[in-house]
Nanobody, 123 residues
Framework: QVQLVESGGGLVQAGGSLRLPCVVS????????MGWFRQAPGREREFVAA????????YYADSVKGRFHITRDNANNTVYLQMNSLKPEDTAVYYC????????????????WGLGTQVTVSS
């Protein structure tokens, strides 16, 4: 079993920044690809960013490309989502997720999920 715990959410003004850590415990962190998703009120959950266990390139949704950055610290079992130039439309609950299959990170089914952290961007 794998447990994921997100933190770092909060209220920020438009143009500001937040960094969301997700700490992973349980099975070997290194063997999982990690992703970030978000769900705004009344909308479906959507892909934000993902990175495989290796040094491969990350993947981003077009809506966040150039503003958000996903990094992982394998030594500390943590994946981060650095969010810059935040916009009101970034307001959502943000979830991190783990996937054993390193392929299909944008659209594949993830195996484990955290409970999420709320991010609110005011205009």
């Amino acid at each position: 079993q794998v447990q994921l715990v997100e933190s770092g959410g909060g209220l920020v003004q438009a143009g500001g920044s937040l960094r969301l850590p997700c700490v992973v415990s349980g099975r070997t962190f290194r063997s999982y690809a990690m992703g970030w998703f978000r769900q705004a009120p009344g909308r479906e959950r959507e892909f934000v960013a993902a990175k495989s266990w290796s040094a491969g390139l990350p993947y981003y949704a077009d809506s966040v490309k150039g503003r958000f950055h996903i990094t992982r610290d394998n030594a500390n079992n943590t994946v981060y989502l650095q969010m810059n130039s935040l916009k009101p439309e970034d307001t959502a609950v943000y979830y991190c997720a783990a996937r054993a299959d390193q392929r299909g990170l944008r659209t594949g089914v993830y195996d484990f999920w955290g409970l999420g952290t709320q991010v609110t961007v005011s205009s």
